[in-house]
């Protein structure tokens, strides 16, 4: 296994649409240990082969100490709607608050080529989503609203710290931002 350089934000790799995969062989296994070593190192929830320059589909998400690699997945329901800090590791140093639906339902491969269906929710259904957009070739900022902010990470943080929890609906925003660096995918 070893870990692969990322690619960010301004390379055309990310904006491939990756290939179906039709050989559930040795590369492909060993693409797999890749990128779920190469997201933990970052660290993040998520990575796609794009993220590594490979145009196919092929991902793999790690929330919650479970890990899943999903071959050729195809979303077969949305539901709800979240509104929530998302990053990327392709676009380091920033976030933005971005809708999303809050649960998400997808079919897959496994890399044996057996079919998977893995059902998220919150974080989840989250990543499932922004995984699923960068093998279309898309990047989370590509549907933000015109007068969206792209918070630096810094800025997080001193809001994290400053924020010594006062009343009202921030509370709940700001125990969010705390764990924003896990959202990076
Ligand atoms: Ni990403």
């Known amino acids: 296994m070893s870990i692969r350089p990322i690619v960010t934000l301004g390379d055309p ?22 990128m779920i070593e190469t997201m933990r190192d970052a660290p993040g929830v998520g990575l796609a082969a794009q993220q590594v320059g490979v145009a196919l589909q092929v991902c793999v998400i790690e929330v919650e100490g479970q890990v899943h690699e999903l071959v050729n997945p195809r979303i077969v329901q949305l539901t ?3 509104l929530d800090l998302e990053g990327c590791l392709s676009i380091p140093g920033f976030f933005a608050d971005r809708l999303r639906s809050e649960k998400a339902v997808i079919e897959a491969r496994n890399r044996r080529g057996r079919r998977v269906r893995l059902t998220g929710t919150g974080l989840l259904a989250r990543a499932i989503q922004h995984e699923f957009d960068h093998l279309q070739g898309e990047l989370y900022i590509d549907k933000l609203p015109p007068d969206a902010e792209m918070i630096p990470v810094s800025e997080l943080r001193e809001r994290a710290a400053g924020d010594d929890g006062g009343t009202g609906p921030s509370d709940g925003r700001e125990e969010a931002r705390d764990g924003e660096l896990a959202t990076m995918a």
């Open 13 to 34: 790799r990310l904006r491939l649409p990756g290939a179906r995969v039709e050989r559930f062989d040795k590369e492909l296994h060993t693409l797999l240990d890749d």
């Open 80 to 82: 709800g709607e979240e």
